[in-house]
T-cell receptor
Framework: GENVEQHPSTLSVQEGDSAVIKCTYSDSASNYFPWYKQELGKRPQLIIDIRSNVGEKKDQRIAVTLNKTAKHFSLHITETQPEDSAVYFCAASIQGGKLIFGQGTELSVKP | NAGVMQNPRHLVRRRGQEARLRCSPMKGHSHVYWYRQLPEEGLKFMVYLQKENIIDESGMPKERFSAEFPKEGPSILRIQQVVRGDSAAYFC??????????????FGQGTRLTVV
């Protein structure tokens, strides 16, 4: 069935380093891949998304890459800051707009 | 634009009671999705609704759970005869177009249900 795998489950980096989170999806019909940031006790907030007709997208310190052949996509955060600490979720949209989420990555940025 | 509004933010119910969770989508959005997040887990799709129609309920438990999105008023997620395992955060999201997923979904603040 529809499935999204996300790795790693936890990631600890020093402030200023880069962080990379990877996801794979199962359904080749997926065509929309958003990333959400969720701080403790708060709502998921969209930070960047990519559609299947694009291989890479960048927004300041955040970038996402998509490899449709391999069915995987990645989030890259450069020059990490303590306020980047949160849980990050990838998702894939299969049909009808519903999102299938990965299991989440808890990112900790140490000052 | 007030964004996606959910209420209540926190809800405590005793086992066997009913829980009603409300979601008002963003202005101009006609597609509503409900997700459940168990403690320290990811979000799981439950149901997708448009006005007066359930489009996809493949993630809904077969019993005790129902959802509606009437012509007027908010979308309602109803849980009958709640059990401890229903304790979770329930998030609603709305989007403008739905369809093949080529659109952003915006999340509400969530309702944190605790069953005691």
């Amino acid at each position: 069935g529809e499935n999204v795998e996300q790795h790693p489950s936890t990631l600890s980096v020093q402030e200023g380093d880069s962080a990379v989170i990877k996801c794979t999806y199962s359904d080749s019909a997926s065509n929309y891949f958003p990333w959400y940031k969720q701080e403790l006790g708060k709502r998921p907030q969209l930070i960047i998304d990519i559609r299947s007709n694009v291989g890479e997208k960048k927004d300041q310190r955040i970038a996402v890459t998509l490899n449709k052949t391999a069915k995987h996509f990645s989030l890259h955060i450069t020059e990490t800051q303590p306020e980047d600490s949160a849980v990050y979720f990838c998702a894939a949209s299969i049909q009808g707009g519903k999102l299938i989420f990965g299991q989440g990555t808890e990112l900790s940025v140490k000052p | 634009n007030a964004g996606v509004m959910q209420n209540p933010r926190h809800l405590v119910r005793r086992r066997g009671q009913e829980a009603r969770l409300r979601c008002s989508p963003m202005k101009g959005h006609s597609h509503v999705y409900w997700y459940r997040q168990l403690p320290e887990e990811g979000l799981k799709f439950m149901v997708y609704l448009q006005k007066e129609n359930i489009i996809d309920e493949s993630g809904m438990p077969k019993e005790r759970f129902s959802a509606e999105f009437p012509k007027e008023g908010p979308s309602i997620l109803r849980i009958q005869q709640v059990v401890r395992g229903d304790s979770a955060a329930y998030f609603c999201a709305s989007s403008q177009y739905g369809g093949r997923g080529n659109t952003e979904a915006f999340f509400g603040q969530g309702t944190r249900l605790t069953v005691v």
